[in-house]
T-cell receptor, first 113, second 113 residues
Framework: EAQVTQNPRYLITVTGKKLTVTCSQN?????MSWYRQDPGLGLRQIYY???????DKGDVPEGYKVSRKEKRNFPLILESPSPNQTSLYFC????????????FGPGTRLTVL | AQKVTQAQTEISVVEKEDVTLDCVYE???????LFWYKQPPSGELVFLIR??????QNEISGRYSWNFQKSTSSFNFTITASQVVDSAVYFC??????????FGPGTSLSVIP
């Protein structure tokens, strides 16, 4: 089954404790992206990747890191989480933009205390 | 600059009523793509439709229909004979370049039985 998976689905952590949210897709997509969803703001792009070893900042990259060492995986790293990073996070993938449809993972709800 | 506006923050309708969700976009590009996504209470993002800027034909899929008007930069979504299962947050999105998709803030639709 074609899908984008994310883990964990729910995470409660404390300020400053490094964490990684994994994202994996099995559709051989070249483009992958991370978004955060906050009430009233829709989805905002954090980072994206056009291909292996190619990543770039989106609209809200501060406090986040990513890597793309393999085509299928695109982990999101929070080196020192803060409460303002409490949000719902989505990973997405597609063959490319602008015309290809993005497919989204199930979301990761992160709470930083 | 690109922008997507969904002026209706929340809408409530009684089951079987028709409802239209508005989406207005801004772009100077002549080639662009528009999307609608549904986010049910379970939280996942479900792709509904993709439209490119050269195709102004309206589309109907069952109870769903979309009206794309370049003259008013709008891509509105109508649900006919709404059902409780239509209760969700609906996002309109715009893609004009290789790196990002811009989402509107979303419209929360509640269908009351």
């Amino acid at each position: 089954e074609a899908q984008v998976t994310q883990n964990p689905r729910y995470l409660i952590t404390v300020t400053g404790k490094k964490l990684t949210v994994t994202c994996s897709q099995n559709m051989n997509h070249e483009y992958m992206s991370w978004y955060r969803q906050d009430p009233g703001l829709g989805l905002r792009q954090i980072y994206y990747s056009m291909n292996v070893e190619v990543t770039d900042k989106g609209d809200v990259p501060e406090g986040y890191k990513v890597s793309r060492k393999e085509k299928r995986n695109f982990p999101l790293i929070l080196e020192s989480p803060s409460p303002n990073q409490t949000s719902l996070y989505f990973c997405a993938s597609s063959f490319g933009l602008p015309g290809d449809t993005q497919y989204f993972g199930p979301g990761t709800r992160l709470t930083v205390l | 600059a690109q922008k997507v506006t969904q002026a209706q923050t929340e809408i409530s309708v009684v089951e079987k009523e028709d409802v239209t969700l508005d989406c207005v976009y801004e772009t100077r590009d002549t080639t662009y793509y528009l999307f609608w996504y549904k986010q049910p209470p379970s939280g996942e993002l479900v792709f509904l439709i993709r439209r490119n800027s050269f195709d102004e034909q309206n589309e109907i899929s069952g109870r769903y229909s979309w009206n794309f008007q370049k003259s008013t930069s709008s891509f509105n979504f109508t649900i006919t004979a709404s059902q409780v299962v239509d209760s969700a947050v609906y996002f309109c999105a715009l893609s004009t370049s290789y790196d990002k998709v811009i989402f509107g803030p979303g419209t929360s639709l509640s269908v009351i039985p």
